[in-house]
């Protein structure tokens, strides 16, 4: 059974970083474009990075220059750098893998940045 496991959430002070990791199970990665979305209480579910298979990456504006999306295929692991974090950016934060008609998510790991 294919899984998307994320990690590395948690509580941070406004300013702060974090890392998110998100290990996947039974895929070849390598053909995947990964995003990482993220859904705050009351809100929709929005993008807020993707990385193609070739490395292309895309963010939302609201994080440009604060989050950094990266992949590492070998550890069929992709990660989220967040620097300068804000209290707008608490939500849950999930990972999505989409290749053909395979699409992907994980459980989702809980991300609240304090004021």
């Known amino acids: 059974q294919v899984q998307l496991v994320e990690s590395g959430g948690g509580l941070v002070q406004a300013g702060g970083s974090l890392r998110l990791s998100c290990a996947v199970f039974r895929i070849n990665l390598s053909f995947y474009t990964m995003g990482w979305y993220r859904q705050a209480p009351g809100k929709q579910r929005e993008l807020v990075a993707s990385i193609s298979s070739g490395g292309n990456t895309n963010y939302v504006d609201f994080v440009k220059g604060r989050f950094t999306i990266a992949r590492d295929n070998a550890k069929n692991t992709v990660y989220l750098q967040m620097n300068n974090l804000k209290p707008e950016d608490t939500a849950v934060y999930y990972c999505?893998?989409?290749?053909?008609?395979?699409?992907?998510w994980g459980q989702g790991t809980q991300v609240t940045v304090s004021s």
């Open positions: 999505n893998g989409r290749f053909l008609t395979n699409n992907y």
